[in-house]
């Protein structure tokens, strides 16, 4: 059965509409101690163009797929491969984030890999993955005491 586009596919939009939620959930546990700011522009267009962009050719045309040839299976509607990659999504930000933020990415990771699989469209995913960047952004802004 052929996939609606995904403009039209439910799925898709659902991804999107639960960016906020995610990020709102995200903020509440956020600890007062970190002073968030607004990061402006060089950031903006790196967080919400670039970084998603590159970070799902590598996560998705690269792990994920390179996973996906070599782990078949599934458990329950996730595949082997978009977990691994989720996880390693997740330790990825690590290098950024604290601790509690980069586990936190793991689940967009696995809305980001079930796109992926369902669209094979490189764009459907790093659309939702842009959002969710935008709505983490304008909810939280930049960690000032984050490297």
Known sequence: MPVAPPWRDRGYGLALAAALPAVALLAACTPLSLTLRWPGMPVLVMAVGVLPLLEEIVFRLGVHDTLATRLPGRVGA??????????????????????????????????FGA?????????????????????????????????
């Not at 978009?82 to 604290?98: E, G, K, R």
């Not at 952004?137 to 490297?147: D, E, F, I, Q, R």
Request: aromatic residues 12%; charged residues 5%.
């Open 78 to 111: 996730l595949s082997h491969a978009n977990l691994l990659t989720a996880a390693c999504f997740a330790l990825a930000h690590l290098l950024q984030h604290p601790p509690g933020w980069a586990l936190a990415t793991f689940v967009p990771a696995l809305v």
């Open 115 to 147: 796109l992926w699989e369902r669209h094979r469209r490189l764009f459907v995913p790093v659309s939702v993955h842009a959002f969710y960047n935008l709505t983490y952004l304008c909810l939280l802004g930049a960690p000032t005491g984050v490297s």
